[in-house]
């Protein structure tokens, strides 16, 4: 797809009745279940840190997919512009997901006597943090 191509402004009734936070909602808990579930295949071959980071990668390209045709169709930036903000804005948010969910695997859920699938409840909560200031970002700069 080239640079110029821009993504056509859809009305309110082609985008379905859902706002635009709800289906930024929609798309990332989809992005979330990808970086889930993969992230457990990953663990399976690589450290957990590392699988971590493979997952948010394979998450941040559904979320970007997502976002692109089905939140943000207004947007004015052109592909590359899209790319690169998506990418900064998601180099935060894997920080703050692999920061959380590696203090909680490793002190937090153990200080607290939590053993069972704690990698998997600290990864859940890891992915959720970042939504909100992700939501915000991607409006005002990925998509704008």
Known sequence: MSDSVRVPVRTAREQGRF???IRFVLASGAAA?????TRIVFSVFVPF???????YLAGMTTAF???RRFVFTASTNRLHQQVFWFVM???LALAQTLLVSLLLALF????LG????????AHAIGIAIPVFTSYISHRRLTFR
């Open 33 to 37: 279940a990808v970086n889930f579930a």
């Open 49 to 55: 840190a590392l699988a971590i980071v493979l997952a």
């Open 19 to 21: 706002s635009t936070p």
């Open 65 to 67: 997919l997502l976002n």
């Open 89 to 91: 804005v998601n180099l």
């Open 114 to 121: 939590v053993t069972w699938h704690a990698e998997e409840i």
């Open 108 to 111: 937090g859920l153990p200080a």
